[in-house]
């Protein structure tokens, strides 16, 4: 086992300071870091929020709320006086894939449209009549899916054909939210890549799916490259950022590689958030690509490869909600696994890797009366990890280099014991990243990258590693051969 101490006194920190600002699923959070990558002590501030949700697949948020909750941090964090300027840079990451429609002023005529928001499913299914999806994912390292502009466009010209009709730009929340705060909506290669429309190998907008989705370049902010930082500006609220840069906005899933030291094609990070992923960065496109997978361009000369996942943390708070748990069950994590547990397939928001299925729903099969909420516990989280392990198959043929697995997030932190049974499905060894706060650390890495590339890093703070057991891995195995075929039965129905 590793610690580091990955927090520092702001009177020993190294200058020059980020801030770095983290809009996730379940909060928005920003923390003051020096230059060696460590979170200065005091300096954190968070405001929850959630999507407002519906059956219909609706998943939604108000971006003038997030960009309250993003002012108010900037208020908690720039009003220490000691700081003085001493921030030298402000970087932000947002949760990916998300749309707003905006008019000539950059005022808001839609809500934010998260990745989660399925109600375009029509749309996918028509475009894959149209297209050649095969095609369009060599382009653009992305498959035809709920999550991306192209079918959200059409279903928001043939839903809401006025406001569609009035929209002047398709921002990301992060551009709407610099829009708002210093007037420059400044998008960073992977917030592009993350719409679904950008060649991951020319950094371009893809004609063929700008023309299907019914828009054209112009209405997007061209891709900047994340080394590239806005000239310093100083907003008259926040004196303390007098000096600071301001860096493009990206997603959270290259920042959580950053944060979690997967930062080559060995490490494959296991993000355990709201959502998760399996993603390894690249040094160039992946070729050719799994069809399964995305491949997104994220600055001039490197790519994340792998496969995203809905419901992980989601999962977890639902089943705690809905079964009326008080605490966590570890217990029901630790005990050897069992023919009596529910097979779950936890599709609570549908699928993204490896299937696609933006309208698969959860499934639960094995129950009965003598089912208990333990029991139903472990299957949901069981049937997290095969979900886990389904993109581990396809992404392994593209990634074969990768050598350590590292899993990072609330869901590993909270639930460390669940990492023994993502390794035992898994069959392979996975490393708890303990590093707090890894997507925000990544996106002040990335800002230190160019401010400070000369300062030495604070390792990461990582604990246990959790060794896959032979028994435990042939049982899996079995499982997962059984949800293969009650995934299929879903899709086929």
């Known amino acids: 086992m590793t610690r580091n101490d990955d927090t520092v006194r702001l009177d020993a920190a190294l200058d020059p300071l980020v801030l770095a600002l983290d809009v996730g699923s379940t909060a928005s959070r920003g923390g003051v870091h020096d230059a060696a990558g460590r979170r200065v002590h005091g300096l954190q501030h968070k405001v929850p929020h959630a999507f407002t949700v519906a059956p219909d697949g609706t998943s939604v948020i108000d971006p003038e709320q997030v960009t309250t909750e993003i002012t108010q941090i900037l208020d908690a964090l720039t009003g220490d006086r000691r700081l003085g300027t001493r921030i030298a840079g402000v970087a932000m990451d947002t949760f990916a894939a998300s749309l707003i429609a905006v008019d000539a002023a950059g005022r808001a005529l839609t809500p934010c449209l998260t990745y989660a928001d399925s109600r375009s499913a029509g749309e996918v299914a028509a475009l894959r009549e149209e297209l050649d999806e095969h095609v369009v994912q060599q382009r653009t390292g992305t498959r035809l899916h709920t999550s991306y502009h192209a079918p959200r466009l059409r279903w928001l010209a043939s839903t809401q054909p006025r406001v569609a009709a009035a929209a002047a730009a398709w921002w990301s929340l992060g551009e709407y939210v610099l829009a708002r705060l210093i007037g420059q909506p400044l998008a960073g290669t992977s917030t592009l890549a993350w719409t679904g429309l950008l060649d991951r190998r020319t950094g371009e907008l893809d004609a063929e799916l700008l023309a299907a989705a019914g828009t054209e370049p112009g ?28 860096f493009p906005v990206i997603t959270d899933g290259f920042a959580s590689n950053i944060g979690s030291g997967a930062t080559d ?14 993603r390894v960065l690249l040094g160039g496109p992946a070729d050719p690509l799994p069809f399964g997978l995305w491949n997104y361009r994220v600055d001039a000369r490197r790519t994340l490869l792998g496969g995203a996942i809905n419901d992980v943390g989601r999962a977890v708070s639902w089943a705690q909600a809905t079964l009326r748990l008080d605490a966590m069950p570890a217990q029901a994590l630790t005990a050897p696994p069992s023919d009596a547990t529910p097979l779950v397939l936890p599709y609570l928001t549908g699928e993204r890797a490896p299937g696609w299925a933006g309208g698969a729903r959860a499934i639960f099969g094995g129950v009965s009366a003598a089912t208990g909420p333990d029991a139903l516990f472990r299957g949901i989280l069981e049937g997290v990890a095969m979900t886990y392990a389904r993109v581990a198959d396809e992404l392994h043929p593209a990634a074969p280099q990768i050598v350590q697995v590292a899993a990072a997030g609330r869901v590993s932190n909270d639930q460390p014991e669940w990492l023994q049974i993502l390794a035992d499905v898994l069959g392979r060894p996975v490393t708890h990243v303990t590093r707090r706060r ?17 300062v030495p890093r604070a390792p990461r703070t990582t604990g246990r590693t959790y060794e896959p057991r032979t028994a435990h891995t042939e049982h899996y195995a079995q499982r997962r051969a059984r949800f293969a075929e009650v995934y299929d039965t879903l899709i086929r129905d």
Do not use: E, H, I, K
Not at 265 to 278: H, I, N, Q
Not at 442 to 453: I, Y
């Open 219 to 246: 209405r997007f902010n061209p891709p900047l490259d994340p080394a590239q930082p806005a000239t310093p500006m100083a907003p008259a609220r926040w004196p303390a950022l007098a000096r600071a840069a301001w």
């Open 265 to 278: 094609a060995t490490v494959l990070t296991a993000a355990t958030a709201t959502s998760g992923a399996l």
């Open 438 to 454: 890894a997507t925000q650390c990544g996106t002040a890495l990335l800002a230190l990258d160019v401010l400070a590339p000369d």
